[in-house]
Nanobody, 124 residues
């Protein structure tokens, strides 16, 4: 059983940086795969990045080289560092977790638990 809460969203100018946090409850969290997804107005939810309990990471093509996912198991927290932000990054960002047994894990149905989302707006 895992409960997730995202934070850190806000308004930032293009080219700027921001870090999102995903705080989790549950003793099994550190063994779960954790992912970030985003959804812009009028669009489907899009895979952003994921990290396995082993530390293996995966990135979507649109954010590769700009975003970095990491986890601090002692704090039960996963982070998303976002650099060189673009207006196209504007979306609600969701943290997800699950007992994912396959890799790579890019699909929403591979995750069992979801946070409420946090809004990122990137202005021109």
């Amino acid at each position: 059983q895992v409960q997730l809460v995202e934070s850190g969203g806000g308004l930032v100018q293009a080219g700027g940086s921001l870090r999102l946090s995903c705080a989790a409850s549950g003793r099994a969290f550190n063994s779960y795969t954790v992912g970030w997804f985003r959804q812009a107005p009028g669009k489907e939810r899009e895979f952003v990045t994921a990290i396995r309990w082993t530390g293996n990471t995966l990135y979507g093509d649109s954010v590769k080289g700009r975003f970095t996912i990491s986890r601090d198991n002692a704090k039960n927290t996963v982070y998303l560092q976002m650099n060189s932000l673009k207006p196209e990054d504007t979306a609600v960002y969701y943290c997800a977790a699950g007992q994912v047994t396959v890799w790579p894990a890019r699909n929403r149905n591979e995750y069992d638990y979801w946070g409420q989302g946090t809004q990122l707006t990137v202005s021109s």
